[in-house]
């Protein structure tokens, strides 16, 4: 579940909100073992993906670096080389 967590910081264009949910969900859907949560815990679920969202992009708005922005193209090319040399295609 954790693989689909990027990292966010540093990136031109800077990250977006839908890019903090996203990682957020996938952290919660983590820590707590539900895919979607039951009826009785959805409320406590949604308010954690809230709260942490919230606290991720301070965090990464308050962050600071003399390291250039990083390309996302560049990175996710890196990514799929990556991926392709762990995991080669049998055919």
Do not use: W, Y
């Amino acid at each position: 579940m954790c693989r689909n967590i990027k990292t966010l910081f540093n990136f031109d264009p800077p990250v977006s909100e839908d890019e903090v949910k996203a990682a957020t969900l996938q952290f919660v859907r983590k820590i707590t073992g539900f895919n979607k949560p039951s009826k009785a815990n959805e409320a406590a679920f949604q308010a954690a993906i809230e709260e942490i969202s919230g606290i991720s992009s301070r965090l990464l708005h308050s962050l600071e670096t003399v390291a250039p922005p990083k390309n996302r193209e560049e990175e996710a090319a890196k990514a799929r080389a990556r991926a392709a040399e762990r995991f080669p295609k049998t055919a």
